[in-house]
């Protein structure tokens, strides 16, 4: 009998096991992957060195293990320590990456218990801080990306426990990671050299450590993307993903910001770019199986820039099946940095570390797409009517019901659609353009989302009518969806963010800037389409031109 069948006995026979309180990751092998590499974290304390076990620690925490569990116990009272003793300034290259995981463990263990220690390690972490806003091992070293990804995230974990940190550190911050991007929108090791990995080029984790670092920035200095504060009036759940829950977090003011007062350096839409052009690098290169030296790392790097980003659900599965390949035997993940640190990165993936405290500090108004903690980790209270594939909707389509489609989850048919079958989408292209005309704007955004994922060229004029739409959220799907199928991710430079410089202004000004975007937007595309269409799609610009000269 293998050792992973006689895990699950033991769950079966000892109901007060240690394991039997894990949390649910809601996808049965994924629960499994974590169930085993728990049992190997806590049946081998011999294979794990001091300063890793502050990482065990922070996975079996997020995991949901029993808080007397001896190992994580040792965890806490090991970062504690070195908080409270100066241990950051004697350990040497590793001092902001332990520095980042002890803040983690003690903030989401129990932040007012362990206030004075991660007020230590913040101040630490900003007195560090180089003069370009990024962190590294050495005064004479230049920044290094994946290091000040950990002092990001030590002072958001400061921050969440409130303690006092400085947003200015956190906006000088997001400037090296824009100043340190790479022209295709990625990221390498230390900007500026041919350093490490890739010698200077852009590599999925150094451009998931930098998307992931300019989208917390984003997050406690304007607002997490999609966060809309609770109005007196309940909205209605749509066909679309998003819904809205009451506010718990103390320190969040009504836009988001955790800075209200602060006036950043970076706009929203700046980092919103960064962010995305990141992302649609790694979404370019696609690999769920990392190809990485640090294979794992990739994941727990990936997780967190992809809740932030607010992403459609479909990532989650598609690159966990990938990680799940790397598993061993005996429950460990094997990484650069051995087994310890790559099993607890692959449980912070699984467990969606991030998405917990997002769940947890935002939940009174992140647009999460029923990611509210009982849809992660326990029951639905409402449950949904189930999709298997597109059929469902496609099925109500075709009956030009388009007001029954209100009860389906438009998560669920994104997943569906960003990776189901291209040939099964490009079957039923005429039936998910009735859905562009659907009254609902989360509705139409699903359909250019489809639109766009069938990669079908033919579909560009119809597809450039979204750049029009009234709503910005769906012009932004529409871009994404041109962007998609002419594998132009930089798009000409057109932002993510239709309201750019004008997210606080008045509505008569941001009724301005969304239509000078819009008229922009439709355009630079329309003059690609006209240079590059087929010669048999001339006629389908009838449409479009009258478009254009009605402006």
């Not at 994404?480 to 430079?493: E, M, T, V």
């Not at 975007?517 to 087929?534: C, D, L």
């Amino acid at each position: 009998m293998n050792s992973f069948r006689i895990v699950i006995l033991m769950f079966i026979v000892s109901g007060s096991s240690t394991f039997a309180a894990l949390k649910s990751t809601k996808v049965p092998r994924y629960d499994a992957a974590v169930a085993k590499s728990v049992a190997w974290l806590t049946g081998n304390p011999d294979k794990i060195g001091e300063r890793e076990k502050t990482l065990a620690a922070y996975a079996l925490l997020k995991a949901g293990i029993d808080p007397g569990n001896p190992l994580l116990r040792e965890g806490i009272a090991i970062a504690k320590d070195r908080a409270d003793n100066g241990g950051y300034a004697k350990a040497g290259y590793d001092h902001i990456y332990l520095a980042g995981v002890d803040s983690m463990l003690l903030a989401d263990s129990d932040a007012d218990l362990h206030f004075a220690s991660l007020q230590l390690i913040a101040d630490y972490v900003q007195a560090v801080q180089r003069a370009d806003g990024s962190w590294s091992d050495g005064p004479a070293k230049p920044g290094d990306v994946s290091m000040s990804q950990y002092g990001v995230l030590a002072l958001w974990s400061a921050q969440r426990a409130g303690c006092k940190v400085s947003p200015d550190s956190l906006d000088r911050a997001a400037s090296f990671f824009l100043r340190g991007r790479n022209p295709d929108g990625g990221w390498g090791y230390r900007p500026g050299t041919t350093e490490g990995p890739g010698r200077g080029a852009s590599t999925h984790n150094m451009t998931l450590a930098g998307a992931g670092s300019v989208a917390v920035v984003r997050t406690l200095v304007h607002g997490p993307k999609g966060y809309k504060a609770q109005d007196a009036k309940e909205e209605t759940k749509k066909f679309g993903v998003l819904e809205k829950v009451t506010p718990e977090a103390a320190g969040v003011s009504k836009s988001g910001s955790v800075f209200p007062g602060y006036n950043a350096k970076n706009s929203a839409g700046t980092l919103d770019d960064a962010v995305g052009r990141g992302l649609a690098w790694n979404q370019s290169r696609f690999s769920p199986v990392s190809q990485a030296e640090h294979k794992i790392y990739f994941y727990y790097a990936l997780e967190r820039a992809s809740a932030l980003a607010d992403l459609p659900e479909g990532w989650y599965t598609t690159y966990g099946d990938g990680l799940l390949t790397l598993q061993g035997q005996d429950g460990s993940f094997a990484t650069f940095s051995g087994p310890v640190v790559g099993t607890s990165f692959a449980i912070l993936y699984f467990m969606r570390s991030t998405q917990q405290i997002l769940d947890k500090v935002y939940s009174g108004g992140v647009m999460s797409g029923g990611r509210d903690p009982e849809s992660l980790f326990g029951d639905k209270k409402k449950p949904k009517r189930e999709m298997t594939s597109l059929d469902v909707l496609l099925g109500q389509l075709e009956k030009a019901d388009l007001d029954a489609l209100d009860d389906i989850s438009a998560e669920e048919v994104v997943e569906a659609v960003q990776f189901g079958s291209r040939e099964e989408l490009v079957g039923q292209v005429d039936l998910l353009k009735k859905l562009i005309k659907h009254k609902d704007a989360d509705n139409r955004r699903a359909a250019y989302f489809a639109l766009g994922r069938t990669g079908d060229f033919s579909l560009i004029p119809e597809i450039l009518k979204g750049l029009r739409d009234p709503n910005v959220d769906v012009n932004v799907e529409a871009l994404q969806a041109l962007r998609y199928i002419a594998r132009k991710p930089l798009g000409f430079g057109i932002s993510l963010n239709p309201l750019e410089g004008a997210e606080t202004a008045d509505d008569q000004r941001k009724v301005e800037v969304a239509n000078a975007w819009r008229t922009k937007a439709f355009e630079s595309w329309m003059t690609w389409y006209r240079q590059v269409r087929p010669y048999e799609q001339r006629g389908g610009l009838d449409e479009l031109e009258a478009m254009t000269r009605k402006r």
